[in-house]
């Protein structure tokens, strides 16, 4: 199998800790370039550190912050100029909980700037390189909510529901040339993300964090979270040459809880 990312450049965005930085580790050490992209310098310089580099890659990071589009598009153009992205990681933090209808016009806004148009702008960018190296991957991680609802996700639910079909129109649009668009859909994943939805819970129920903790395992038919690796190991797989016929498709990382197929 066919695995290695020698001589590729990966810009992997909101990389500096959680699923982001876990895939950034796997692409590494199968020899990409990494070029982390997020808002913190600092974090970023250390997450930069940290990344393989026994194949002789060239890491690099990028600042931006993904509510701030336009800079998004500036920044993403300038590096493109001057070197080619063959694997592009859209990953954005995820919307504060809450209901639809406590939800305002803003929460939308932000959420859908974040994920959706980022996402945009960044592929636009990328995807002429990809063409002239007749090879691209774009992985978008997105959320098992846009199979079935997640109570009080109601912003998050429903901008992910969009960049899932904008993901599958784009798919179809360059598949013809050797460029592959597909979802991963973590479920329940050891993340800060994670942390904070269970402190959340916790609040509202007055419990501990370890009760929910332990229901919410229990809903797992593995019986367990997930770990930020196993994201990073799948993502790792669609960005090769291994996953060239994988296109268009959003795959489940959850160890089995999403009720559906």
């Known amino acids: 199998m066919h695995l290695s990312l020698e001589g590729k450049n990966a ?12 895939i950034a ?9 990494c070029i982390l992209m997020a808002r913190n310098e600092e974090a970023l310089q250390a997450a930069v550190k940290n990344l393989d580099i026994a194949l002789r890659q060239q890491h690099s990071y990028l600042v ?33 909980p809450g209901s639809v209808l ?30 002239q190296a007749n ?3 774009i992985i978008n991680i997105i959320s098992t909510s846009i199979r079935i609802p997640i109570t009080n996700l109601a912003v998050s639910g429903t901008v992910r529901g ?7 129109i784009l798919a179809n649009e360059v598949g013809q040339f050797n460029i592959t668009v597909n979802n991963l859909l973590p479920g329940l994943t050891k993340t800060q993300r994670l942390d904070s939805l269970i402190k959340n819970n916790a609040q509202k ?31 790792a ?25």
């Open 237 to 261: 797989f669609l960005a090769s040459p291994a996953a060239s016929y994988v296109n268009g498709v959003s795959i489940a990382v959850d160890g089995g809880k999403t009720g559906a197929l």
């Open 162 to 168: 969009a960049v899932a079909m904008w993901s599958k």
């Open 102 to 131: 406590d939800a305002t016009e803003e929460a939308f806004m932000l959420a859908f700037n974040q994920h959706l148009i980022v996402n945009q702008l960044l592929a636009q960018a990328v995807i002429p390189s990809m063409k």
């Open 25 to 33: 580790e796997e692409l590494a050490l199968l020899g990409a370039s």
């Open 135 to 137: 090879y691209g991957r």
């Open 64 to 96: 931006a912050d993904f509510s701030k589009p336009d800079q998004v598009k500036q920044v993403i153009q300038q590096y493109v100029q001057q070197h080619p992205v063959h694997i592009l990681v859209n990953n954005t933090g995820g919307p504060p």
């Open 11 to 22: 810009v992997i965005c909101g990389s500096t800790q959680g699923i982001g930085l876990a």
């Open 205 to 235: 129920r007055g419990v501990s964090t370890d009760v929910i903790e332990r229901e919410m395992e229990q809903e797992i038919p593995m019986k367990r979270f997930g770990e930020a690796s196993e994201l990073g190991a799948v993502a």
